[in-house]
């Protein structure tokens, strides 16, 4: 009763370049933004930290995240948690590595 349940016309977008290795998807809402990051095989590339906690999920290849002197590998399918503000190192394994990143939308404004 309480949520109005209303559709809308579907809106596909290719998202925007960040740097070399992010591609940005801006909804036009502050809950959320996704972000794909593609790190060529044998790199290393670091998300920088937002303000706001990150769930990173692994849809291809594999890599070793670390934050300060906390390590973790991770495969297809594996998700972690990042805290607010964490930067989190990525080197990728020898297939590179494909993550996505959803996390509070920090680039809205209302």
């Known amino acids: 009763n309480m949520m109005p349940y209303e559709t809308g ?3 596909l977008q290719e998202g925007d370049k960040v740097d070399a290795c992010t591609r940005r998807y801006l909804p036009p809402i502050s809950d959320f933004l996704m972000e794909v990051i593609d790190v060529p095989a044998g790199d290393t590339y670091t998300i920088e930290g937002v303000d706001s906690p990150t769930v990173l999920l692994t849809l ?6 670390s934050v300060q002197e906390h390590a973790l590998n991770v495969s297809v399918g ?5 805290s607010a503000r964490a930067s989190i190192q990525v080197q990728a394994g020898p297939y590179g590595v494909r993550l996505a990143r959803a996390c509070r939308n920090v680039y809205h404004e209302e």
């Open 78 to 82: 594996l998700a972690v948690f990042g």
């Open 60 to 65: 291809d290849g594999d890599a070793a995240l």
């Open 9 to 11: 016309d579907t809106t």
